[in-house]
């Protein structure tokens, strides 16, 4: 990339990379994501089994099994979905440079991500109300059957069904 293109770039947006190849040895990590419907302000390890529990409440509702938990007093109910299939999550992990390293390197190879972890489920969690195919987190799934027809490709009897009339 020489100096103009460096430019370039950086005023319309940032460049950077993903590394797939490290997904073979990513942590998984199904079973243990959680989206929890508050803000914590904290960046680090801590030992999050030891306080958050998550129990099956054996209930179920229009199919979804619903679990319970506590989170600081406050009951939790939430259910676990599995990503469709062809899709997986991934959390992703600044690649470290030497200092030595990055002078000769170009801006996108300074913004180079690896994945550190992946996962297959997700559980989403309400306060207090039971978790429902409506919930706004649940109704993100149905973005996956659009990006599938739109990025179908598109056979000559389907063009043809269109043009055809009736």
């Not at 797939?20 to 904290?42: M, N, R, Y």
């Not at 306060?127 to 649940?138: A, E």
Request: proline share 5%; hydrophobic share 35%; glycine share 6%.
């Amino acid at each position: 990339m020489d100096v103009m293109d460096a430019e370039r770039s950086s005023k319309n947006g940032v460049i950077g990379s993903i590394d797939l190849s490290s997904s073979e040895s990513a942590v998984d990590l199904t079973g243990q994501v959680h989206q929890l419907p508050c803000c914590i302000k904290f960046d680090g390890p801590c030992p999050v089994s030891d306080y958050f529990k998550p129990k099956n409440s054996g209930i179920e509702v229009e199919g979804l099994s619903v679990e319970e938990a506590f989170f600081r007093g406050r009951k939790l109910k939430g259910t676990t979905v599995p990503l469709p299939q062809g899709y997986c999550g991934i959390v992703l992990e600044k690649r470290s440079h030497d200092k030595k390293d990055s002078v000769n390197m170009d801006e996108g190879d300074l913004n180079s991500w690896e994945i550190n972890a992946k996962f297959n489920s997700i559980t989403f969690w309400n306060h207090d109300i039971l978790p429902s195919p409506d919930d706004t987190h649940m109704r993100c799934f149905h973005w996956f059957a659009v990006a599938k027809a739109l990025h179908k490709p598109v056979t000559a009897e389907d063009l043809v069904s269109v043009f055809v009339e009736k």
